[in-house]
């Protein structure tokens, strides 16, 4: 029996599969994208030093909100 004649009967149960195997796919790429991304900001971090206020680590202006004033 193929894929295709079981999710002609159980077609929930075909969709499920199909995401998992989706997600499993996808998510060696999405994770390692990601440290390699944590890796290259902590040596930015490192190199350049932290910004100063008020900006965040990206770059970022942060605005004091109404209540800290």
Do not use: Q, T
Not at 1 to 28: K, N, Q, R, T
Request: proline share 7%; with cysteine.
């Amino acid at each position: 029996m193929s894929f295709f004649e079981y999710a002609d009967h159980h077609s929930i149960d075909a969709v499920v599969l199909a995401a998992v195997a989706c997600i499993g796919f996808i998510a060696p790429f999405r994770y390692g994208f990601r440290a390699y991304n944590r890796y290259l900001r902590s040596k930015n971090i490192a190199a350049h030093g932290w910004p100063v206020p008020p900006l965040d680590a990206d770059g970022d202006v942060i605005y004091p909100s109404k209540d800290d004033e």
